[in-house]
């Protein structure tokens, strides 16, 4: 008997599964969520301006996709792709960070996401891209905030439900599960023979980081594969290409680029 690994992302999740209830799209699903871990975290912060700070990334991500798609003569004028775009942004900078780079970083995203594209598809990820590059031109700090850094650690819960729901609605748990197992299992294995500092990964916020980046950073739709054979291949990818930059140059950015490194390879196997 054959399997068909073919994901629909098309999944009803269990919360629209009760009568009544309105179907979403993936993507508002997820941008739904993210808005409440943002008001979570947001509201129980020793500094508010995180939350302001979602605002102006979402304002830039709605206006400049706007423009873009208006100049592309297309009917659709709003994006619900780049305000999650602008949201991640702003909940993985630092909540003091001020307006004009969170505004920055954010219109670098949405340009990348034009830009770089293969078969009408944005290659990379656009916060993860947006937010690397920022790095260089912003000297810009990375709290990821959103993913509870600042908070007690029961608050993960939160994080981990939100990122049950949304990994379960676009269907990429051989994905996340790929990549938080050779995650892990390779940050343990470094341990075990005092490779590197793998004891620091295993802290707040590198750990909050990781969660975070997995559920609503690796499960990007467009820049990820659907088949679960790939869904595995491309979760493993990512954490050792982490794993690796992390042993060369530590700091946070290492997840960003280890999941750019993992669309570059989707990219390139779109071409075969």
Do not use: C
Not at 12 to 20: H, L, Q, R, W
Not at 66 to 86: A, N, P, Y
Not at 235 to 246: D, E, K, L, M, N
């Amino acid at each position: 008997m054959s399997i068909n690994t073919n994901v629909s992302n098309n999944k009803v999740s269990p919360i629209e599964a009760f009568p009544g209830r309105v179907s979403l799209t993936p993507k508002i699903y997820v941008l739904i969520v993210l808005l409440i871990i943002t008001a979570i975290a947001g509201t129980n912060s020793v500094d508010p301006r995180g939350i302001l700070n979602t605002g102006v990334a979402m304002i830039a991500a709605i206006l400049l996709d706007g423009i873009i798609f208006t100049l592309q003569s297309r009917k659709k004028l709003f994006s619900d792709g780049g305000v999650i775009t602008g949201l991640i942004i702003a909940l993985v900078l630092g909540s003091s960070t001020p307006w004009y780079i969170i505004a920055g970083t954010t219109v670098i995203a949405i340009i990348s996401k034009h830009l770089f594209r293969i078969n009408k598809k944005p290659i990379f990820n656009p916060a993860a891209l947006g937010l690397l590059i920022a790095i260089f031109l912003f000297s810009s700090g990375q709290s990821w905030w959103g993913s509870f850094t600042g908070l007690p650690v029961w608050s993960v819960a939160f994080l981990l439900i939100g990122g049950f729901l949304v990994t379960e609605r676009v269907n990429k748990f051989p994905q996340v599960l790929a990549f938080l197992g050779g995650y892990f299992l390779l940050l343990l294995i470094m341990g075990y023979y005092g490779v590197g500092q793998a004891g620091d990964a295993l802290r707040t916020p590198f750990i909050n980081s990781a969660l975070f980046l997995a559920f609503f950073m690796v499960t990007d739709l467009p820049t990820s594969p659907g088949k679960y054979k790939d869904q595995i291949w491309f979760g493993i990818i990512t954490a050792v290409a982490s794993i690796i930059i992390y042993l060369l140059f530590g700091g946070l950015s290492y997840l960003l680029i280890g999941l750019l490194v993992a669309n570059a390879w989707n990219a390139l196997k779109s071409l075969t």
